[in-house]
């Protein structure tokens, strides 16, 4: 299951097939597996081999994509890095992973420069994508000067490191969650499946893939031999027009895009025929969302829930709407359970813990065993979350443990409180979070970004919500009107900058 020669036998058995569409180019499995040659020897000339470190600073570009073929073919450990790091934040990572070599581009210099007094990295061991530079490496002439054919076998195994992948950072510092080509190979033959992908299907992602979300479909596609077009970032319009254009058949969101294709002035159900896939994940995504999406694009609709450690649960197509508000069951040779504070499982129906394993759990968190300890248990991940299991086995997600609000020693999970106002119809994203309170411990607020050129007030909405609130402990104090959310580059809204004072009072409206 090590992934060394994939693309190479796509570019012998399929040559001519599309592989990667990235903005102006178009290349096939011949012309790409060539450029992922010429980066793995590349990297083989800089002195850099099996088990070595390399990290990325890089936003979506074909470069990217081909270190993380590059690397895989010579046993190097890709290490993706978000280029929304501060100078401190990828100083801090670049050591803890132990990287000898970054690539980044032009624009994200200054940042680099900043990093170089405190990261224990060699300047000719900097390659920038875009530019050439006195005293920087340049990755394109080193790549040119490199060889197409295959570089020689390094003797990768499949419980070898492929790349780690470092958790978004919502809270506390970031972990390297560390994956195998075993674990990545299981990816294509777990989830390739389960999203009917063959090798003719179209799979576009405007995403970061610097996101491990994204490979739950970049790994199928490659392995099939199908094809991946990647967008530079989000933007509805011109995703609805590449869907048209290309013939989109799969295509994995996270929930804030799901909202802006939706309310798109562009959108039009009729010119999204080709897609057989939209697959959402990174965030529960609110139940009047999916009805619409049910009800416009009918028979397409899978939700994942999951843990980049390595446990998933998804919702096929065929159970959207007969389980709807689920979040589906685990695939094959998976398994899910709910458990207690002292691990012990839970009857059908009441809430705890979910833990599950299978074949994509990691090996653990980079140089921190104890952390891995305590997350991975005799095989088990546990995640944190709060859900329950319905007869069936399909699993129901209640809310994330940390989220948890205690008002008045009363449990309040915030997505109940979400589900609510997504209801709304001016409301486009909400985000329930507790704020101090000197009665209660705690209260509930919800913050909201209105749909473009809907009207309402704080105060409008605030009373909408407590009206239709199922307890009166779920009343929220205030609602907050802002532009928009602080998001990680997966996309997911990060709530404690709400809290914030700065995001708290962009608006005056607390």
């Known amino acids: 299951m090590e992934l060394t020669t ?57 470069e990217l994509l081909e270190l993380y073929w590059g690397c895989a073919k010579i046993g190097a450990v890709v290490v993706p890095l978000s280029p929304l790091l501060t100078g401190t934040g990828l100083a801090g990572l670049i050591d803890d992973a132990g990287a000898v070599c970054l690539v980044t581009q032009l624009s994200l ?68 969650i560390m994956h195998s080509h075993r674990v990545r190979a299981m990816y294509a033959l777990t989830l390739g499946p389960a999203w009917r992908m063959t090798p003719e299907s179209v799979v576009l992602h405007t995403g970061a893939i610097v996101f491990n979300g994204a490979f739950v479909t970049l790994m199928p596609t490659f ?48 010119k999204l025929d080709s897609l057989q896939m939209i697959l959402s994940l990174g965030a529960p995504l609110p139940q009047a969302r999916k009805d619409q999406l049910n009800r416009l694009l009918p028979g397409r609709f899978h939700e994942l829930y999951g843990l980049t450690e390595g446990f998933v649960t998804i919702l096929d197509k065929s159970d959207a709407v007969r389980k709807a508000g689920s979040v589906g069951c685990p695939p094959l040779f998976s ?48 995640s944190g979350d709060i859900g329950y299991l319905d007869e069936a086995g399909y ?33 486009a994203d909400v985000a329930v979070f507790g704020v101090p309170d000197e009665k209660w411990g705690e209260t509930p607020v919800a913050a909201v970004v209105l749909k473009v050129g809907a009207g309402a007030t704080a105060e409008e909405l605030r009373d909408w919500i407590n009206a239709r609130v199922a307890a009166r402990y779920q009343r929220v104090k205030a609602a907050i009107i802002l532009p928009e959310f602080p998001r990680n580059a997966a996309g997911k809204t990060l709530k404690r900058n709400m809290r914030d004072p700065y995001w708290a009072g962009r608006d005056k409206q607390l």
């Open 109 to 176: 210099l200054p940042v680099v420069a900043d990093v170089l007094p405190r990261a224990t990295l060699e300047r000719s061991r900097i390659l920038l994508i875009d530019a050439t530079l006195p005293d920087w490496g340049s990755y394109a002439a080193l790549a040119a000067a490199a060889a197409e054919s295959a570089p020689p076998p390094a003797g990768v195994t499949a419980d070898d490191l492929f790349n780690i992948m470092y958790t978004s950072g919502t809270t506390g510092l970031p972990k390297g």
């Open 335 to 382: 398994a899910v359970r709910i458990v207690d504070d002292a691990g012990r499982d839970l009857p059908t129906g009441q809430s705890g813990e979910i833990v599950g394993r299978g074949p994509l759990v990691m090996q653990g968190y980079w140089g921190k065993p104890e952390l891995t300890a305590q997350t991975l248990r005799d095989g088990w991940i546990y």
């Open 6 to 62: 994939l693309l190479d036998h796509h570019a012998r058995y399929r040559p001519d097939a599309t592989a990667v569409v990235f903005a102006e180019q178009r290349l096939d499995y011949r012309g790409f597996n060539a450029r992922c040659n010429r980066t793995a020897n590349l990297l083989l000339a800089l002195g850099i081999g099996k088990g070595q470190r390399v990290a990325t600073f890089l936003p979506n570009t074909l």
């Open 223 to 270: 392995h099939l031999g199908a094809t991946y077009i990647l967008h530079r970032q989000f933007d509805a319009a011109a995703m609805l027009d590449t869907i048209a254009r290309e013939k989109v058949s799969h295509i994995m969101v996270v929930p804030a895009q799901i909202a802006a294709l939706l309310d798109a002035a562009d959108f039009n159900a009729g």
């Open 395 to 427: 699993l129901y997600l209640v809310d994330r443990k940390k989220d948890m609000i205690d008002s008045g020693g009363v449990k309040v999970y915030p997505r109940d409180i979400e589900e609510i106002a997504a209801g709304h119809p001016a409301v």
